[in-house]
């Protein structure tokens, strides 16, 4: 079964790309204030055995456990270029490199991030227990935080922007070089109970597909932020490790259920190119992973609209732009470094007939 693997203080800056912390990446309330009510949702993840903080937590351990069995605790492990044998992530984008550590914080510990001010360099912080990402850098450097500001374990998620597989395998020997992370403690991953959090990702992606949603309000800096539980839920099923908003904002353009050809149309989604952000399309089955290694995604800086043909490999015949559909498909629309809020309010992507 594929599954999501997915991803305060800093010392006196004295060398280039070290980073002083604001009030606001300081350790904030991390736990629910009541429990989370369930009664009127779609799809009641006690229907499988877990109540919702208790899946959010299962799937964050899930994650570091998968993790530490391929890497070990406290290690980064070797990025890939996304591709339909090895999607770490649902929802892979194969315009960036992942890579992911699972990290005990409990005596602090110290990230060492590539700095590089041509490309895109962002790492996420995710707290294990409730999904909140309080701190999302996007420049690097050498950062060091102190014990009791995160979750006891913490997912750190890093993304690299690449150009290409020559561009991606030059960027892997970099990230093995300069990307690491120093800890004074090695404790185990928690226990969770895997066979109920399957059940439970099962039937929560599941209510997902009945009816697909964007990413708004599906990560935040603590548990406080969150707006709509239910959609944080099954955000955390479908797409766990999301970035936050003011990093990255999705969009999902659902496809037709046949495989004719269509044309997809974008308004160009406002992106700080000074700190390389950039918008992307890609294309994946209802599933919401990669259908395919070839015609899977078209990048773009420009603020022009985006036309792209989509269906099976007959329809890229004229087409300037083109994404393969093997079966029904999906789109995601990803804006790095983004006006999050004017993002958000353009038009969703339009489908029609070509």
């Known amino acids: 079964m594929k599954r999501s693997i997915t991803l305060l203080t800093i010392f006196t800056v004295v060398l280039l790309g070290f980073q002083r912390v604001s009030a606001e990446q300081q350790q904030s309330t991390n736990v629910a204030s009541q429990a989370v009510d369930t009664t009127s949702w779609g799809t009641r993840p006690e229907s499988t055995g877990m109540t919702a903080e208790e899946f959010i937590r299962a799937e964050g351990l899930d994650f570091a456990a998968n993790l530490v069995k391929k890497n070990g605790l406290n290690t980064f492990n070797t990025p890939t270029i996304a591709s339909v044998d090895n999607q770490i992530l649902t929802t892979p984008n194969v315009n960036v490199l992942y890579t992911a550590a699972a990290v005990d914080t409990?005596?602090?510990?110290?990230?060492?991030?590539?700095?590089?001010?041509?490309?895109?360099?962002?790492?996420?912080?995710?707290?294990?227990?409730?999904?909140?990402?309080?701190?999302?850098?996007?420049?690097?450097?050498?950062?060091?935080?102190?014990?009791?500001?995160?979750?006891?374990?913490v997912g750190i998620l890093v993304r690299i922007g690449v150009d290409g597989k020559a561009d991606a395998e030059a960027q892997v020997k970099v990230i093995a070089d300069e990307l690491s992370?120093?800890?004074?403690?090695?404790?185990?991953?928690?226990?969770?109970?895997?066979?109920?959090?399957?059940?439970?990702?099962?039937?929560?992606?599941?209510?997902?597909?009945?009816?697909?949603?964007?990413?708004?309000?599906?990560?935040?800096?603590?548990?406080?932020?969150?707006?709509?539980?239910?959609?944080?839920?099954?955000?955390?099923?479908?797409?766990?490790?999301?970035?936050?908003?003011?990093?990255?904002?999705?969009?999902?353009?659902?496809?037709?259920?046949?495989?004719?050809?269509?044309?997809?149309?974008?308004?160009?989604p406002p992106v700080n190119t000074e700190a390389n952000g950039f918008y992307s399309l890609t294309i994946?089955?209802?599933?919401?992973?990669?259908?395919?290694?070839?015609?899977?995604?078209?990048?773009?800086?420009?603020?022009?609209?985006?036309?792209?043909?989509?269906?099976?490999?007959?329809?890229?015949?004229?087409?300037?732009?083109?994404?393969?559909?093997?079966?029904?498909?999906?789109?995601?629309?990803?804006?790095?470094?983004?006006?999050?809020?004017?993002?958000?309010?353009q038009p969703d992507g339009k489908v029609t007939a070509k």
């Open 181 to 268: 992370v120093d800890a004074a403690s090695a404790k185990p991953i928690p226990d969770y109970d895997l066979d109920k959090l399957l059940a439970t990702r099962a039937a929560m992606k599941n209510e997902f597909a009945k009816r697909p949603m964007d990413s708004t309000g599906g990560m935040v800096k603590s548990v406080d932020q969150i707006t709509n539980w239910e959609k944080y839920t099954i955000i955390a099923a479908a797409g766990w490790g999301l970035s936050g908003p003011e990093r990255a904002g999705y969009k999902l353009i659902p496809g037709p259920e046949t495989l004719d050809c269509s044309t997809v149309t974008v308004e160009a």
């Open 106 to 153: 409990t005596r602090g510990f110290t990230l060492n991030l590539p700095i590089d001010d041509t490309r895109l360099v962002t790492a996420q912080i995710i707290n294990l227990d409730t999904h909140t990402t309080p701190v999302h850098l996007n420049k690097g450097g050498v950062y060091t935080y102190p014990a009791g500001q995160f979750d006891d374990h």
């Open 284 to 345: 994946y089955g209802k599933d919401m992973f990669l259908m395919t290694d070839e015609n899977n995604t078209v990048k773009s800086e420009s603020p022009d609209s985006m036309e792209v043909t989509v269906g099976p490999s007959e329809c890229a015949e004229g087409a300037s732009q083109y994404l393969e559909a093997t079966r029904p498909w999906n789109i995601i629309l990803r804006a790095y470094e983004p006006d999050s809020a004017n993002f958000m309010a």
